[in-house]
């Protein structure tokens, strides 16, 4: 299956762009490519012309309607995992930028997008603990190139269930109903109400009855097996939960979790539909966004100058606009900054790949050429003619170029051709951010001085070496309170604690006393000692100037954090601390 993960090693983070991009159009067209996604029956105000019904037996030989859900990329087949995950991702794009996609007037048809496969969800799980987790499979599907209005493949169904778990696509797809029910809850309460039922009963299944789904569906294993496991598509789907309806059960079972199931001490270099470690990782955060995804840049941009703060990464700070500079980059190469100088989403600009790996777009529509096209005379008559797709499947996002920026626009070159719904989700709220910066014009607010980037008020440092008296500490402590929430009548808080080493040398082996703690830290490593933790595995040091940050939450009055070395001593306890100046 194609994948376009977007890494954010490829390029400097002070990258100027001199060429302005519609991104407005570029939001359209992402959301048509799912209208041309579509499996099911298909409404009246349709807007992908070249499409039309089916796969509307789906679910008919197992006795239950699964008509309707995405396909998955070029092919057929519906695999819930990647389809979960899209949606998930859609309905992250409209909570996080809903204003700026109402004002491109593209609201109505992101919600569409996220009712279409939720509608789907809904249908596949049938039974509190059943989930319906495949339609068709990859080997006969590819044996055919046809249609999918035309489709002659088998069109099994495969699901999980208490003998045969999926805690990966049950955890995933719970994610994708609690996120979608934030989603909806401002226009389509009573949908969104359903939405949180379901994604209880999918969080429950998933925690309960565990396993990978790639064992109870072995057809899977060679187009989305579940590298990761399913640790984080259950942390996910809790964080998710919590967000839906604010419970702390749903907060406590991912703090809890986290070091367990691997949610923190990750160096995590990827966000993608099998490995979401980089968004529950909670403490590690600062760290783990700098290698995460232009979506998710643009996300935490937000979040870092709603709160007038700055990104610590351990090379050094980053303002939140170099965080959207660096994700417009991202999105421009896409859209046609890059060595080919080609858009590589299908429709955009003039210059396109016209050869994708997708069978409804290479082979003319059923109101033009009524007579079926059949499985094998769709390989000879389609498939291997060198001219353009006859449809443009607008939106679409295809694998991309490789590492050298080599791109071959063939149509049997499916790793570089074929887009994939998973793919084009993350993208969505990605455009609609830079659209409403850009004012349309393509172009962020900038100027020549780098004063630009920094948040409202903010004064730039003095860039001299600092002097420090012998009796300062060079590590300074910075207490905040990020959420307060009632649970029962009790009223619980949760508290984000930055540690900076304001030194002029790195400090490795630092050690933290917590006095009055009472709920469980998230992001640091405990030790032998009682209420004493280290810097998690992946923060070997800290370097001069650096920061990072864990969180707890408890409550009551916030724990006092300090320097283990002093606090030990200071009480009449040697630690042998390797800590170095």
């Known amino acids: 299956m194609a994948s376009f993960i977007i890494k954010c090693a490829v390029f400097s983070l002070c990258m100027m762009m001199v060429a302005g991009f519609d991104y407005r159009v570029a939001l359209e067209k992402s959301l048509l490519f799912f209208e041309a996604q579509r499996s099911g029956k298909l409404p009246a105000d349709h807007r992908v ?5 089916s796969g509307l037996r789906d679910g008919f030989l197992e006795g239950v309607d699964l008509v309707g859900g995405y396909y998955d990329a070029g092919d057929h087949v519906k695999f819930g995992l990647p389809m979960a995950y899209a949606v998930t991702m859609l309905s992250w794009g409209v909570i996080e930028f809903e204003k700026e996609i109402s004002e491109s007037n593209q609201l109505e048809h992101a919600l569409d997008a996220i009712k279409w496969g939720t509608d789907y969800f809904i249908k596949a799980h049938n039974q509190p603990n059943t989930l319906w987790g495949q339609v068709g499979d990859g080997d ?19 699901k999980v269930d208490a003998e045969h778990p999926g805690s990966d696509i049950a955890g995933e797809t ?34 309960t009855f565990r396993g990978r789904y790639d064992e109870s569906i072995p057809s899977v294993r060679a187009y989305y097996p579940s590298g990761s496991g399913y640790y984080d598509e259950l942390l996910w789907a809790a964080a998710w939960l919590f967000e839906a309806t604010n419970e702390q059960d749903y907060l406590k079972y991912t703090i809890e979790n986290s070091e367990s199931m691997g949610g923190t001490g990750w160096a995590v270099r990827e966000f993608s539909w099998d490995n979401k470690r980089v968004v529950v990782c909670g403490g590690v955060e600062q760290h783990a966004v700098c290698f995460a995804s232009a979506f998710l840049l643009a996300i935490y941009s937000k979040y870092l100058t709603m709160g007038n703060a700055k990104l610590y990464c351990p090379d050094g700070e980053t303002q939140p606009m170099e965080l959207i500079t660096f994700a417009q980059s991202q999105a421009d190469y896409i859209l046609g900054k890059n060595p080919k100088a080609m858009s590589y989403m299908i429709g955009y600009q003039d210059k396109y790949p016209v050869r994708a790996h997708h069978r409804g777009a290479s082979i003319p529509s059923v109101s033009i ?36 920026d080599e791109f071959n626009d063939q149509r ?12 084009a989700a993350p993208l969505v709220g990605l455009f609609a ?18 004063k630009h980037y920094e948040p409202n008020g903010y004064q730039p440092r003095d860039s001299s070496p600092k002097q420090f008296e012998p009796n300062e500490h060079p590590v ?33 082996g630092l050690k933290l006393a917590m006095e009055n703690l009472s709920g469980t830290v998230w992001g640091l490593t405990p030790t032998s000692e009682k209420n004493v933790y280290q810097l998690p595995s992946w923060l070997k040091s800290l370097k001069p100037g650096s920061q990072f940050s864990f969180v707890y939450v408890q409550e009551g009055p916030q724990a006092k954090v300090q320097n283990a070395v002093e606090f030990l001593q200071m009480i009449g306890v040697y630690l042998d601390a390797d800590l170095r100046l």
């Open 49 to 53: 012309v070249w499409r039309g019904d």
């Open 140 to 158: 006969s599907d590819h044996y055919c190139w046809e249609r999918a209005e035309d489709m002659s493949t088998p069109r099994n169904a495969y």
């Open 174 to 207: 719970a994610a994708a109903m609690a996120a979608a029910s934030i989603a909806f809850k401002p226009y389509n309460s009573s949908y969104s109400q359903l939405l949180l039922l379901h994604a209880r009963q999918l969080f429950y299944f998933a925690d």
């Open 369 to 404: 050429l009524a007579p079926p096209v059949g499985c094998n005379e769709g390989y000879e008559k389609w498939y291997n003619r060198q001219q353009g797709n006859p449809n443009v499947v607008d939106g679409a996002l295809v694998g991309g170029p490789n590492q050298k």
């Open 412 to 423: 049997n070159n499916y790793e570089q051709t074929e887009p994939a719904i998973a793919g």
């Open 433 to 450: 951010k830079l659209s409403s910066l850009s004012g349309g014009s393509g172009y962020l607010p900038r100027d020549s001085s780098p």
């Open 476 to 508: 300074e402590i910075l207490h905040s309170i990020t959420k307060v929430w009632k649970h029962q009548g009790v009223e619980y808080y949760r508290h984000k604690v930055n540690i900076k080493n304001s030194g002029g040398k790195p400090i490795s």
